[in-house]
């Protein structure tokens, strides 16, 4: 990075330095305003910064106003940010005298050799390993916002006090904020949450906290999103098999999952056998490539599987359709030689590009190394690694590293896309795996008459079917193109006298393989116009007299461009061809 870019948002070291500043800034304001609030932690996120806080009170928009004018206070003070040490005991001692209890287990709970810094600005101290900006006054006080107040279990606890967590954001200039805050209410309104709802996709109850129930136009949408994966990936030479949704402990321990994934795996007792609810497909997927022997002629073996899996997520960290407990994943195994490696994952990664660009999604790579938790040798994780690098790169694609991140099978690719907003998702992934093969004992015979064992790669391109329709969701505004709308079109009729014709072009569009919806209802056609544009329809054939009378269709779209009056068989060819061609 240039040298003039380093003390600029463009550096992430920087930009997060910023925002630990401005977490601090936000501690003194409350301690100088309700000096009784005691601190937990406030540290930098992705988007902006927090600060957890125990507090007696409710953190109410109006006190949050308070809060934030004197945070603009403390950066006109251009206070100086000062470092110091102590040792431990005094550490807590000074703690303790500030009656800051939070702080004291803090440092409690640090290591005998770690150092213990405080940071100082003004009257104000805090516990922090840092680093922070020299000054408050390098925060623009008119370019920040506390952005929302929630619930927070201190250190993630579910048994331990209840906290408020204060959310901020800031930028260096007041229109970068702006530009902020104006993104922030589109995601409002694109928030699939809302859009589901009002859309009748789907909803989340109470009786079943973190498992989606899908109406049915969401199951429409589900559908067909589906049956354009079966589509692809029927080209690109795969075969669809489906495997148990429950299998037993002796599976799991095989695997791995049961030693490292068992937190999050819903488990049962069945004629006093262990058995778990597959929280992934993979196993299962190995029992049917061991189901009967291989050739080095049917590799490489391109495996699919619509799996309906179940994980336990905590439920504080639950989300709509992004994070839930039960979803369908796209998960496919493919089996290889090792030869066929760099080919088999580049083979994928086109396989991606044709997915994510028939939705208008962008996307950058991400490669995931081998984690503290891993099993399998370190040169065979490095060479792994070295195979997912060359074959990136061999195709002109860029990535970063994330340290440490891979599974605990193998090092990994992710895809994460980027949708109208510029909001990233993490959705497709290519996992590259030479353990689950040796644990499964797993072979082929090779041209020399001997056996192998072949190496694999797990991948999703959708990810979990639920968070990927979330996403579309969003990303679309639930606007969702032609070939992909729930209702295609709507037949509006503007009197009674064109019923009988409306239901004839419903039951013409129905039987030329369109999903169509008719309004023949005794309200004005204004009104109709108005409701089938907010159900985001993408066509409205308006039907009157003079419809009736030419055989003609008035055509409309959601955008309120008026295409006029054409036959049923010319309107026909036009969406044929647009659904055909799965425009955007």
């Not at 006090?161 to 805050?181: H, M, N, S, V, W």
């Not at 993979?282 to 799996?307: F, K, N, Q, T």
């Not at 041209?447 to 192998?452: I, L, N, S, Y």
């Not at 003079?546 to 008026?562: A, I, K, L």
């Amino acid at each position: 990075m240039s040298e003039e870019n380093l003390y600029t948002f463009e550096n992430e070291s920087y930009r997060r330095t910023y925002w630990h500043t401005c977490s601090h800034i936000l501690a003194q304001a409350v301690k100088r305003l309700y000096p009784e609030v005691k601190l937990a932690i406030g540290p930098s996120i992705d988007e902006g910064f927090y600060y957890d806080m125990d507090s007696p009170f409710p953190f109410t928009p109006e006190i949050m106003e308070k809060i934030e004018g004197e945070m603009r206070k403390i950066c006109k003070e251009k206070l100086k940010l000062e470092r110091f040490e102590l040792p431990r005991e005094e550490a807590v001692r000074f703690m303790e005298e500030k009656e800051e209890p939070y702080k004291v287990e803090l440092i409690n709970d640090l290591p005998e050799d770690a150092v213990i810094s405080f940071y100082k600005q003004g009257e104000f101290t805090d516990l922090c390993a840092g680093p922070h900006l020299d000054s408050t006054g390098r925060v623009k006080g008119n370019a920040l916002k506390l952005t929302a107040c929630n619930a927070a279990y201190w250190r993630g606890d579910s048994s331990r006090q209840t906290l408020q967590r204060i959310y901020g954001i800031a930028f260096p200039k007041k229109d970068e904020l702006d530009a902020y805050l104006q993104r922030i209410e589109e995601a409002k309104k694109r928030d699939h949450r809302k859009l589901g709802k009002e859309l009748g996709l789907f909803m989340l109850r109470d009786e079943g906290p973190g498992f989606p129930f899908f109406l049915p136009k969401g199951m429409t949408l589900k559908n067909t999103l589906l049956d354009y994966w079966r589509q692809v990936h029927k080209k690109y030479g795969y075969v669809e098999i489906s495997t148990p949704i429950m299998l037993n402990r002796q599976l799991w321990e095989r695997s791995g999952h049961w030693d490292h994934y068992k937190e999050n795996m819903y488990t049962t007792v069945i004629d006093d056998v262990d058995f778990a609810v597959k929280p992934m497909n993979c196993p299962g997927g190995m029992l049917v490539y061991a189901s009967e022997p291989h050739s080095y002629r049917d590799l490489p073996l391109r495996v699919g599987e619509i799996g309906l899996v179940h994980r336990h997520e905590l439920s504080g960290a639950l989300h709509g359709l992004f994070r839930v407990r039960c979803f369908n994943q796209d998960d496919a195994h493919v089996f290889m030689t090792r030869e066929q490696m760099q080919d088999v994952i580049q083979e994928t990664v086109r396989l991606f590009d044709e997915v994510y660009s028939t939705f208008g999604l962008s996307y950058t790579i991400e490669l995931s190394t081998m984690p503290e938790d891993h099993i399998g040798t370190v040169e065979e994780w490095e060479r792994n690694q070295d195979i997912l690098k060359a074959a990136i790169t061999d195709m002109g694609k860029d990535f970063v590293v994330n340290e440490g991140d891979g599974a605990f099978y193998g090092p990994k690719l992710d895809f994460h896309l980027a949708d109208s907003l510029g909001r990233t998702w993490q959705c497709g992934t290519i996992q590259l795996d030479s353990q689950l093969p040796e644990r499964f004992e797993l072979e082929y015979v090779g041209e020399d008459g001997q056996k192998h064992r072949p190496v694999m790669i797990h991948r999703v391109v959708l990810g979990s079917i639920e968070r990927f329709i979330g996403v579309i969701t969003e990303h679309f505004a639930g606007a969702f193109p032609a070939w992909l709308s729930p209702v295609q079109v709507k037949v509006l009729t503007v009197t009674d006298r064109a019923d009988a014709y409306a239901a004839e072009v419903a039951v013409g569009l129905d039987a030329r393989g369109f999903r169509a919806e008719k309004d023949t209802r005794n309200e004005k056609i204004g009104k109709k116009i108005r409701e089938a544009t907010l159900e985001k329809v993408p066509y409205m054939l308006v039907v009157g007299d003079r419809d009736v009378e030419n055989q003609t269709v008035s055509v409309r779209t959601r955008g309120g461009e008026d295409l006029g009056a054409m036959s049923l068989d010319a309107f026909c060819e036009r969406l044929g061809q647009e659904v055909a061609e799965k425009k955007i």
